[in-house]
Structure formats: structure tokens, C-alpha cells
């Protein structure tokens, strides 16, 4: 695995202390968003607590700054707004965050089941996020949670059905 790229911003210390300027603090919250996304992204993560203090995404170590736990949910219920995010816990500490929306997820599986010719067809959800024939699609490692999040979408617009057999799920495309 490569070495994470931070951003210029990471290394300014401004940058962990929410602006109290509204242009300058959207601005802050547009770059901590999208470094959320393409940190989790590189580490393969799908979840957050707000509490792991120690992670580098939260604490720069060589200028001594860290995320407050305050900031740290602003930008989560940020990422929420724009379909990036869900709280898995009624205290807001535990956190699902997808690297695309639901829906994206949702499009480019279905995509692909229709340019792979498998409609009508039933696949596991190991099959489609692990299997060998999804590994270049960007659907890949997606974590199997956040794929039957995004598979639900799918259910309600009536393109699959959901099926679940003994704890385990697949799914049916149409």
C-alpha cells in the first residue's frame, strides 16, 4: 500500500479548530470532508467512532494538533448531508461512512450486473464486493454492510430483491 498523501492543510494548525468565519469554515469543512473520504478510502474503513483519538486522520502528531470530538461530528453530520455518512448509534459516536453515496454504490452494481449479462441471476454479496470478477470495479472491498445498505436502495426502486438464507444474504436482479 502507498503512503497516504495529506493534504497542505493538515500541517496548518488553523486547520483542527473549526473557523468562525462562515466562507472560511465551509471551506474547511468542504477539505476535511473530502480528506475523510479519501483517507477511509486508502485505509479500507467504513467506520469511525469519534473516540479514536489516536487515529492520524484525527491527530497530527508532528504539530501536536487534534480533531475535538465536536469537530470530529460536525464533519460527520456534514458528510451525512451529502449522502456520505450514517450514525450508527443514537449518542452519534459510532459512525458508517461510504466512500461514494448509497446510491452510487447501488448504480454501479447494478451496471454492472446489467453489462455482465446477470440479471435474472442470484449473487452473493461476498460475490459482488469480494469476487474476482468485480476486482477492478470501484465497488470492490466495499464493506458488505454499507453493499446491502446500498442493495436496499435498489430493492425499493423494484431492480432486486433481497433474499436471506440462514444469516447469510444474496441477492436477485431484475
Given amino acids: 500500500m ?8 493538515y500541517t496548518f494548525p488553523p486547520f483542527f479548530t473549526l ?8 471551506q474547511q469543512l468542504k477539505v476535511w470532508t473530502d480528506l475523510f473520504l479519501k483517507y477511509l478510502k486508502h485505509t479500507n474503513k467504513f467506520s469511525l467512532s469519534i473516540n479514536e483519538q489516536s487515529l492520524p486522520l ?3 502528531e508532528s504539530i501536536q494538533r487534534r480533531l475535538s470530538p465536536e469537530l470530529i461530528l460536525v464533519i460527520l453530520e456534514q458528510l451525512q448531508r451529502s449522502g456520505h455518512a450514517t450514525a450508527l448509534d443514537k449518542r452519534r459516536q459510532e459512525w458508517q461512512v461510504y466512500w461514494y ?9 447494478y451496471d454492472w450486473i446489467q453489462e455482465t449479462g446477470q ?31 446500498a442493495l436496499r436502495l435498489l430493492e425499493e426502486k423494484g431492480r432486486c430483491e433481497l433474499i436471506e438464507i440462514d444469516g447469510s444474504h444474496g441477492v436477485k436482479f431484475f
Fill in 58 to 60: 484525527f491527530h497530527n
Fill in 19 to 26: 473557523q468562525p468565519h462562515e466562507e472560511t469554515r465551509q
Fill in 101 to 109: 453515496t448509497l446510491e452510487a454504490y447501488g448504480n454501479m452494481v
Fill in 119 to 149: 440479471t435474472n441471476s442470484i449473487c452473493t454479496l461476498y460475490e459482488i464486493a469480494s469476487g474476482e470478477s468485480t476486482t477492478q470495479m470501484d465497488f470492490h472491498g466495499v464493506d458488505e454492510s454499507v453493499l446491502l445498505n
Fill in 2 to 9: 502507498t503512503e497516504f498523501q495529506w493534504p497542505w492543510e
